[in-house]
């Protein structure tokens, strides 16, 4: 079984800045991806960011420019650095990741739990 548990969220004033952290732990083998996916209210859950294994990542148009994702591998963590944060912004953010959890196995999609971010304007 993989846990993700998220770290970090919180109350930030539009213009701050909040860094999030994920660790994946349990039975692990490697994990191909990892990200941040955000869920407002009344909206649909949608992808922030993310990193492959090999150093490449993406971004949702709307964060390009003031977050940035990173991953230490030798830890299965990710961390989302958010910066000039917005109301917008708002949202309960999770971390996914795709693990494979044993060596003839298919990789598979965990979820965290979710952190809440809140941004007052």
């Known amino acids: 079984q993989v846990q993700l548990v998220e770290s970090g969220g919180g109350l930030v004033q539009a213009g701050g800045s909040l860094r999030l952290s994920c660790v994946a732990s349990?039975?692990?083998?490697?994990?191909?991806?990892m990200a941040w996916y955000r869920q407002a209210p009344g909206k649909q859950r949608e992808l922030v960011a993310r990193?492959?294994?090999?150093?490449?990542?993406n971004y949702a148009d709307s964060v390009k420019g003031r977050f940035t994702i990173s991953r230490d591998n030798a830890k299965n963590t990710v961390y989302l650095q958010m910066s000039s944060l917005k109301p917008e912004d708002t949202a309960v953010y999770y971390c996914?990741?795709?693990?494979?959890?044993?060596?003839?196995?298919?990789?598979?999609?965990?979820w965290g739990q979710g952190t809440q971010v809140t941004v007052s304007s």
């Open positions: 996914n990741a795709d693990v494979r959890v044993n060596y003839f196995g298919n990789y598979n999609y965990y």
């Open positions: 990193t492959i294994s090999g150093g490449s990542t």
């Open positions: 349990g039975t692990i083998v490697s994990i191909k991806s």
